[in-house]
């Protein structure tokens, strides 16, 4: 039996122009859901977060398969199981991962599901993990967004897709583990394995740069230092404890508190390869810089190629935090338990699913940290 959905849809990728507001990118209609096939789950949805990488589908910025239920940061309720779901019951609740991994591939294998290829090729279609599409408008497919187009009311998911969490935990906060947390925190812990008493300098401060910040300082590290341009991202990163500087002041900032001229540890969270080539030189001799921000596909990174060697620097591309969600999630709402890892701070306001084009505008223009719908 087919139910009904009411989701979020993008026509086109790029093409849109500013202000968001006035263009209307997204349209929100009545889609058909199929039921859970086998191995899937139906889930409606609680909460979801509107991240970077939803806007970047919209400028063109990652261009996506046509059209497409938007959003991939989400946490519901299981409704539904199909057949060979297990370990999940109707009325548990789950956050939702924007890659699922197959459990088979040689990443899988390696403990490296992050990478997963499977996951990966089934994104890149827009298809959930098992192929094909659950959405349909008047018989025309409708793409999946990263296997979890969560700005809809209810989603069909790949069982990989989802993590089984604590009913207790506020909605809205559940939701930015999927995404935010999950990629700024792993950014810090897996990618760069921070250790306590470490420096660290974190490009951006939107909802990932802001996690890694916070993970950062929860992590123990003697000095933590953020840089972005929006003056209310410096007031957020100094509320959490962090030295908070623009670009051009960070030079100022390294001379005063780091004696090695540069942080053990760098991350990008912006997108944009110049910013990365300032990450890079930002770190001292023998740093680790972590990249995660997601630059249009034809930007180049500009940076000496002898001070890799010369200086032993380390360049780490992180992925989805380099997690293993089943293990992480859990990790990091036990971090948020114990109050080290204050993720409330994250979410600068809460919608309805109609508000989401004045959305994009809040977090194009630098305004918003995480914007979250709940339904
Ligand atoms: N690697 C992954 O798995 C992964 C996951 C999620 C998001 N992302 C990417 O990470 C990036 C950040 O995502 P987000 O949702 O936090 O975005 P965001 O828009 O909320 O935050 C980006 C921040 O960068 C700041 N910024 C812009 N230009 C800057 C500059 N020149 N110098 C310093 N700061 C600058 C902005 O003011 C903003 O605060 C995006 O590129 C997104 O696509 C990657
Ligand atoms: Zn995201
Ligand atoms: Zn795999």
Redesign the pocket.
């Known amino acids: 039996m087919s139910g009904k959905t009411r989701a979020a849809v993008l026509e086109q990728s790029g093409g849109h122009t500013a202000p968001y507001a006035r263009s209307t990118p997204m349209r929100f209609t009545e889609l058909d859901l199929d039921p859970p096939g086998a191995g899937e789950v139906l889930v409606r949805i609680e909460a979801a977060g509107l991240?970077?990488?939803d806007?970047?589908v919209v400028n063109g910025d990652?261009v996506r398969p046509m059209p497409m239920a938007l959003g991939h940061e989400g946490t519901g309720i299981v409704e539904a199981l199909g057949d060979g779901v297990t370990g999940l019951a109707p009325g548990d609740r789950v956050v939702l991962v924007f890659l699922p991994s197959c459990g088979q591939c040689k990443a899988c294998l390696s403990g490296e599901g992050y990478l997963c290829d499977v996951g990966a090729a089934a994104n890149g279609k827009g298809e959930l993990l098992g192929g094909g599409f659950r959405l349909h408008e008047c018989g025309h497919d409708v793409h999946h967004h990263l296997g979890v187009s969560a700005f809809s009311n209810r989603v069909v998911v790949d069982q990989r897709s989802t993590v089984k969490v604590d009913r207790d935990i506020p909605p809205q906060i559940a939701a930015v583990f999927g995404?935010?947390v999950l990629?700024g925190v792993g950014a810090v812990t897996n990618s760069a394995k921070v250790a306590p008493g470490e420096s660290v300098i974190v490009?951006?401060?939107?909802?990932?740069?802001l996690s890694a910040l916070m993970g950062a300082i929860g992590s123990g590290a003697a000095t933590v230092i953020g840089?972005?341009?929006?003056a209310g991202?410096l007031d957020k990163a100094r509320e959490l404890g962090a030295i908070a500087v623009s670009?051009e002041g960070l030079a100022d900032a390294i001379a005063e508190h780091l004696p090695a001229g540069g942080a053990d540890v760098v991350i990008e969270?912006?997108?944009?390869a110049?910013?990365l080539g300032q990450a890079y030189r930002a770190g001292r001799r023998g740093s680790r810089i972590v990249t995660?921000?997601?630059?249009p596909p034809d930007q180049n990174l500009d940076i000496p190629a002898l001070s890799l060697v010369a200086e032993g620097k380390t360049l780490i591309g992180?992925?989805?935090?380099s997690s293993i969600p089943a293990r992480d999630i859990p990790r990091y709402i036990g971090m948020w338990r114990a109050g080290h890892l204050p993720v409330e701070q994250l979410i600068s306001s809460t919608h309805v699913l109609e508000d989401l084009n004045d959305m994009l505008d809040a977090?194009s223009n630098?305004e918003?940290?995480r914007q979250i719908i709940v339904f």
């Not at 969270?269 to 944009?272: A, E, Q, Y």
């Not at 995660?292 to 630059?295: A, C, E, N, Q, Y």
């Open positions: 991240c970077h990488s806007l970047s990652r995404c935010a990629t490009f951006g401060l939107g909802g990932v740069g840089v972005d341009l929006a991202k670009p969270t912006v997108g944009n110049k910013v995660v921000g997601l630059p992180s992925y989805m935090g977090m630098g918003a940290i």
